[in-house]
């Protein structure tokens, strides 16, 4: 008996299993799954545009690439402002008076309103209303910003 059981499954076996990958293949289920994994690949890093100081006194904004660390665009924007100039940047002339080690601990968007909350090592700025521009400028690189509140460990500084 499970001799002819097991002579019956090969034979179904060997006889439907080219027509299955036949189907399978013309579904287009196998390059939908190349695509998700191509995109996937793609979406770790993000452009962002971030605001450095120019030796005229603007503040240009400025394509970085930024690995995905946060949950949307505002939260990677503002590591790759905090990370300081790129290369390109600073061969550019534009340098950063964001202190070194600055730490983005949060972030949120209410009321057209970007609240930054900062490390307190964000108080050892070089210049902070040269700072507090950078910032400003590259969060009003966002359309949908109106403004900026810059808090440092949670307290309202600006």
Known sequence: MVLIWVLFTLTIVA??????KQAVVESGVLSLLDQATE??????????????????????????????LGGNVYHDTFEALLGGPTQEALKQ??????APGTKLRGLTLSNKILFVDVSKEYLQSPDMQKAYAQMKQTSLGFSNVKDLVVLVEGRMIR
């Open 15 to 20: 006889f439907g299993y080219p027509r299955v």
């Open 39 to 68: 995109a996937k690949q793609y979406t770790n890093v993000r452009s962002v545009r971030v605001a450095f100081a120019s030796f005229d006194g603007s503040y240009p904004l400025s394509t970085v690439s930024q690995p995905r």
């Open 93 to 98: 002339g534009q340098m950063s008076f964001i």
